[in-house]
């Protein structure tokens, strides 16, 4: 039997060339956080994310990997394909950022007003959309994921170690600041 | 709790009002056993949300997952339905906590179970155990990684 208090939980994942990196490489702290993209939690967890990054600067990069919990939230598939989708093409995180700043509108519809928002090609974004082109990279995050112990939405990692905290503004940059 | 090594012990709770299922129906399968407190915890993804995405993975060791809570079996269908659930809640409602209590993972305090995860493996016996702190969701990686030892011990069949 193994008490948790004491131990801690591992991303078995390290970052690498496969994610959407927001930040410098060298930077001291990097946070993961596994997300869905129509959870509300994400969504709140969003703006506190951005302030973080502008408070943190260059000492912080920032990694986002799916955790669609697709028999709850029935966009949230779909809509972590099209960040990826937009990806391919250098528009991950402003894709990501529509994408949260719109948490109701994530069909399929909406999706490709954000593509076209974005200047994507748009043919090529519904026909990767049709074809799930992306599924099998959403999966691999969400496996990645339930591998390193994500037990919800969102679910951070701090230099790869779950955050059990909250992530309430003060305290998540409190706990971030520690790194430093 | 109840240690790894130990023969799980068998029960039988209702899963349905007409339908009992009892831990001996899956002998020669792995079972994943997932005590927790109550249904309808208010956070996406709670604990019985994740296992149940997590299901496929669970399936490639073809083992059986079973939820177990002190809730009624009207609120456990509601909450399946609710959650779109594919595998079995059983009631441990009456006598209350008694299977909870078999499995030493009740919290008299507040009379729910504690949030506690066991793997039985093929025989019946026990092969890992894990209680949380009761505010903290444990996700399935210990579950996944025990299976897989289960597997490259080879120990079964």
Redesign the interface.
């Given at each position: 039997m193994s008490r948790s208090q004491m131990d801690v939980t591992k991303l078995k994942f390290p970052v690498g060339k496969q994610d959407f990196i927001s930040g410098p490489e060298k930077a001291k702290i990097t946070l993961v956080e596994y997300g869905d993209y129509q959870c509300p939690y994400c969504g709140q967890a969003y703006p506190i994310v951005k302030k973080i990054q502008e408070k943190l600067g260059d000492d912080l990069r920032f990694v986002f990997r799916n955790f669609p919990l697709a028999e709850m939230h029935p966009y949230a598939m779909n809509a972590a394909e099209a960040a990826l989708s937009a990806g391919e093409h250098g528009k991950f995180w402003q894709m990501h950022d529509s994408l949260y700043e719109h948490q109701n509108a994530l069909d399929d519809k909406y999706l490709v007003q954000y593509a076209e928002e974005l200047g994507l090609d748009t043919s090529k974004f519904k026909n990767d959309l049709r074809n799930h082109a992306y599924s099998s990279r959403v999966e691999e995050d969400f496996l990645s994921g339930v591998r390193s112990g994500v037990n919800g939405t969102p679910t951070f990692f701090i230099n790869g170690i779950r955050h059990d905290g909250s992530f309430e503004f003060e305290p998540f940059l409190m706990v971030l600041k520690k790194m430093l | 709790?109840l240690?790894?090594g130990t023969i799980a012990p068998d029960f039988t709770l209702r899963s349905t009002p007409d339908q009992m299922v009892s831990l001996k129906q899956f002998l020669g399968r792995p079972v994943i056993l997932v005590f927790y407190p109550a249904d309808w915890s208010p956070?996406?993804?709670?604990?019985v949300?994740?296992f149940?995405?997590?299901l496929k993975?669970f399936q490639k060791f073809d083992a059986q997952l079973i939820g177990i809570s002190v809730d009624g079996i009207w609120s456990h269908l509601a909450f399946i339905k609710d959650?779109?659930l594919q595998f079995p809640l059983l009631s441990d409602f009456e006598p209350k906590g008694a299977v909870s209590k078999l499995y030493d993972v009740y919290r008299t305090t507040d009379g729910e179970s504690e949030r506690a995860l066991f793997v039985i493996d093929r025989k019946g016996i026990i092969r890992w155990?894990?209680?949380?702190?009761v505010g903290?969701?444990?996700?399935?990686?210990?579950v996944?990684d025990a299976l897989e030892s289960l597997d490259s011990k080879g120990d079964e069949s």
């Open positions: - | 709790m240690e790894q956070v996406c993804g709670d604990e949300s994740l149940n995405h997590v993975e959650r779109k155990s894990y209680l949380s702190p903290i969701n444990p996700g399935a990686n210990g996944l």
